[in-house]
């Protein structure tokens, strides 16, 4: 079993590429060393990410993630113990999103204008993005992308 986590979060930082570089950088050392593999998304201000891993090494990383100051207001939409790791290839892949497939390319539309504000939210509006979310890390197949 591997520990799943997804979190959106709302920009503070420029996320042009040099920025993104930095962070795919330290991310990528860190998550070599402890096990964690994922995908880090960015679309119009809004991080998407998915981490995965041991339950402890996952959590903690969280943890330094969501003290980062480049962003702000993370919000976990899944957390969970799953068969299989889906970017066991990535200690940390990149997409962009205008090189996915015209659905996936539409969640994540979807998901970055669902995740504004979504600290303060309704919980439907919660649960709508979680599963979208959920839906579209599950169905991810396009590893030649990214
Ligand atoms: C959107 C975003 C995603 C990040 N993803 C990771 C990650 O997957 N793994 C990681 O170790 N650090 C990640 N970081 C960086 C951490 O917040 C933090 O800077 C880092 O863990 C500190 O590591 P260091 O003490 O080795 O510099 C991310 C930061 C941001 C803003």
Request: proline share 2%; with cysteine.
């Amino acid at each position: 079993m591997v520990y799943q986590l997804i979190y959106v979060s709302t920009a503070i930082c420029s996320t042009g590429d040099s920025e993104i570089a930095d962070i795919l950088a330290t991310a990528r050392r860190n998550n070599k060393a402890s096990g964690i593999t994922g995908l880090l998304l960015c679309h119009g201000g809004t991080f998407f990410q998915t981490l995965e891993g041991d339950q402890d090494t996952v959590t903690a990383c969280f943890g330094s993630i969501e003290r980062d100051s480049r962003h702000k207001d993370a919000v976990v939409l899944m957390r969970k113990a799953q068969e299989h790791r889906v970017f066991s290839q990535w200690s940390m892949g990149h997409a962009v999103p205008e090189k996915l497939s015209p659905n996936n390319r539409d969640t994540v539309i979807s998901l970055s204008s669902l995740a504004k504000d979504l600290a303060a939210a309704p919980e439907s509006q919660r649960h709508e993005a979680s599963m979208l979310a959920a839906s579209f890390v599950r169905g991810f197949r396009e590893f030649d992308q990214i």
